[in-house]
Every structure is written in structure tokens, then in C-alpha cells.
């Protein structure tokens, strides 16, 4: 079933367009208040060309309902248009402002609004434009907004319908009982019997477009409940992707933490026990006089000289001391073929 809304928003330039919706409004005339709800949240949001198309609407409504005697569109729409008439006002083009200033002159002109209503008007026209936040206070979700406008024509077609069960109880009460004193005329009560059974038939239909409507906000809302239960879904996916990352952020620091604590460990100074068992403490060699690296001579006895920092060991050192000084103190074979004789 169409809304209100949706037949607002494919409002066009055309006479025939304008005329038709104006028409629908005025035949349900007890709606009036839900429709211009309507009418004032689209008109606040529409492009600018569409803003003017729904003041001519609006001019189309009160104009007939002048004409018809039929105040209530009158003093349902003065309240709204006077809210929306400076932003609309300034937010539209020099060409379509001198259009909306012809539109409140002739409502003077044709006396739709008294004196003072227009002195309003045109007192909001002429005052600064209003922040633009201010525009979109009453905008909802295009969801929400299907629904609501489904809840308004239910609240509609609910008040036409308790006031035709209103009617027909009191109509059965007077012409269903043949008992009665108060009957008409034979032939006058057949008529009533007429508009009764006409009464019902409407109020059947009154009742099954409520139904339908029932139906109708039902679906949606499940629409709008499995959009969420989606939404549930996709929440728990990027959470999972999150906490994923968050593992990914430890793993990597427990990584680097490990790598600096190696590097700080081999960068540690190391240093030489000075009193060790297994190996003598090494001198440091001084530097010769000419600066080169001669090394000092030390002597140990008679003509044997060892150079310190030499490329050998202690154990090598000893070796050739011992040789030198068994080859020392060996006799020759003259010597001791000398000592045999004198023995």
C-alpha cells in the first residue's frame, strides 16, 4: 500500500499531479493533522524546485478548503507553514523567492489567512535565515519513516472506523428494533435499512484496511528486525578481526622484546679476571722510543736474553734453557779420557 510520503515524493510539475493529491487530502479530512506532518518533513528536505511544488500543494489545500468552507486544513496548516517558510525562504533561489512572496500575497489578497496570520508570514520572511540544523530536526531514518507514516494511517483509519462503529451501534439500537416506539414510516425505514447496510459495508472495509496496515507494519518491522540481527553479525566479525590484530600486536612486541634483549646481552662489556689460576696475567707492551713496537729485552742469566711478549710459550722458553745448559755443563771426550787415565 502507498503512504502519504511515498505519493509526496513523486509529486510533479503537472496540474493534474498537484490537483490529485490536494484531492486526497481533502477527502480525508479527519487525517489532516498526519498529513502535514508529513508535507512539513518533505518540504524541509526536498530539492528546491520540489520545495515550491509542495507550497503550490499546500496553496491548493487551503484554497479549496476555503472554498468549501472547510476551516480545519486551514488552521492545521497555518502552524507548520509558519515554522518552515524562512528556511525554506533562504534556501531556495532569488527566481523561486519571488514566487514564494507572490504566493503569500495572493493568501492576503483572497483573505485565506487573516491579517495578522499573513503579517506573521511575511514578518518570517523578511527575518535571517535559521541555522540549517534546524532543517533536519525532524528527519528519520527512510525505514523508520515508513513506518511511522504506517502507524499514523493506521491511528487514522482506527478514529473513521470507531466512529462508524459509533454510528452503527446507534442506527441498529434505533431501526433493527421493530419493537420500538419511535419507528418511522414504513418506506422511511427501508431507506434507513439502506444507509445501515451501507454503513456496515463500510465499516468492514474500514476494519480490512486496518488489517491490511496491521499487516503491512508488521513485515516491515521484521525487515527491519532481520537488518539488525545482520548487524549483529557483522559486529561480531570485525570484533573477531580486531581481537585478531590485538594477537598479532602481542606476538610482534614479545618478537622485538626478545630480539633486544639479545642484542643488549652481546653488547654487555667483558672483562678479564685479574687473578687467574689457569693463565698469567698478560703486560701490556710499551711502546719503543721511536715509536714502533720493538720489544724490551730482558736478561735471566750469563748471555741468555729472552725478548717478553715473544711468540712462544713458557713451556717452549724452559725447553731451550734446559738444552743450553746441558750442553753447558757435558765434558768433552778429551776431558774425560784424561780423568780415566788419572783414575
Known sequence: ?????????????????????????????????????????????????????LLYLCNDVIQKAKRHHKQKYITDFFGPLLEVINPIYHSVDSNIQKKIDRLISVWEQRLVFDTEGIRKLKERVAQP?????????????????????????????TNISQGNLTQLGIQSKTYLNLDADTLPETQVHLNKLKVLEKLSNVSIKNIESIKSTRVEIKSQLEKLLQSVESGFQTDDTKIAVINNKLNKIDETRRALSGVVESSDDEEMPKYEEEDSDDEPRKRKASPSPSGGSTPKKVAFAKDVQVNEYENKTKGDDESEDDDKSEKEDTPSAEVMDILNKLT
Open 1 to 53: 500500500m502507498s503512504s502519504f510520503a511515498s505519493k509526496l515524493s513523486n509529486i510533479n510539475e503537472t496540474q493534474d499531479s498537484i490537483n490529485y493529491l490536494s484531492g486526497y487530502m481533502l477527502q480525508n479530512e479527519p487525517s489532516s493533522k498526519s498529513f502535514i506532518d508529513t508535507w512539513k518533513s518533505q518540504v524541509l528536505n526536498a530539492p528546491s524546485p520540489t520545495k515550491l511544488l
Open 129 to 157: 535565515p535559521e541555522r540549517q540544523t534546524a532543517l533536519t530536526a525532524t528527519t528519520i531514518l527512510p525505514e523508520l519513516q515508513l513506518i511511522d507514516d504506517l502507524y499514523k494511517r493506521l491511528d487514522d483509519l
